[in-house]
C-alpha cells in the first residue's frame, strides 16, 4: 500500500506495457496513433529502449512485467470496498464508527486488499505474458505533472491500438 507523507498534489501518472511485433517505426506509430506529435514522442522512447524479445527463457523481462503491473493500479475493480470488507466477515461498526479507526480491522483490512490486488495484477500480467510471446516489449512512462502534452499521453489514449497494459499511479 503506498501512503503519501508529504503535500499531496492531484497530479498522476501512467507506465505502458506495450507489445509490438517488432521494433517500431516512425511510419507506422503514426499510422496507428492518433496525432503526429504523440507518435513522435513514442518513437523517440523507443528509440532509448532495446525491445526485448518476450520468450520463456527471458525470465528478467517476465519478472519485470510482473513487477510493473504490480507497481500501481490496473482497474477499478481490483480493490476490495470497506463495506465489502466488514460484510464478508460479518462486521457491524457502531454507529459514527469507521473502519480505519480500528487499529486492527484498518490493519487486517489492508493486507486483504493487497493480497487480492497483487493476485489481480499477477493474473492480468501472466496473460499479457501468454498473449504476447515472441514479441517485443516496451515500457513507457507518462503523466499530466509534466504538462498539458503529457497529460495527453497518459490520459489520450496513446496505446489503444496496440496491445498493452496501463498500470495507474494515481
Given amino acids: 500500500m503506498k501512503i503519501k507523507h508529504d503535500f499531496v498534489t492531484n497530479s498522476s501518472s501512467s507506465s505502458f506495457i506495450v507489445a509490438f511485433d517488432k521494433k517500431p517505426s516512425l511510419r507506422y506509430l503514426k499510422d496507428n496513433i492518433m496525432?503526429?506529435?504523440?507518435?513522435?514522442?513514442?518513437?523517440?522512447?523507443?528509440?532509448?529502449?532495446?525491445?526485448?524479445?518476450?520468450?520463456?527463457?527471458?525470465?528478467?523481462?517476465?519478472?519485470?512485467?510482473?513487477?510493473?503491473?504490480?507497481?500501481?493500479?490496473?482497474?477499478?475493480?481490483?480493490?476490495?470496498?470497506?463495506?465489502?470488507?466488514?460484510?464478508?466477515?460479518?462486521?457491524?461498526?457502531?454507529?459514527?464508527?469507521?473502519?480505519?479507526?480500528?487499529?486492527?480491522?484498518?490493519?487486517?483490512y489492508n493486507a486483504e486488499r493487497d493480497r487480492k490486488s497483487n493476485l489481480v495484477a499477477f493474473k492480468t500480467a501472466m496473460e499479457f505474458i501468454k498473449k504476447n510471446m515472441g514479441k517485443r516489449i516496451y515500457f513507457f512512462q507518462y503523466g499530466d505533472g509534466d504538462g498539458k502534452f503529457y497529460s495527453h499521453m497518459e490520459h489520450g489514449g496513446t496505446f489503444e491500438n496496440f496491445e498493452g497494459i496501463q498500470i495507474s499511479h494515481h
Fill in 35 to 108: 496525432f503526429v506529435e504523440k507518435a513522435k514522442c513514442v518513437w523517440e522512447d523507443c528509440k532509448y529502449q532495446k525491445g526485448e524479445k518476450l520468450t520463456p527463457k527471458n525470465e528478467k523481462l517476465i519478472e519485470q512485467i510482473i513487477a510493473e503491473v504490480s507497481s500501481g493500479h490496473i482497474g477499478y475493480n481490483q480493490d476490495l470496498r470497506e463495506d465489502d470488507f466488514l460484510k464478508q466477515h460479518g462486521i457491524t461498526l457502531p454507529a459514527g464508527q469507521r473502519l480505519w479507526q480500528d487499529k486492527d480491522l484498518w490493519h487486517q
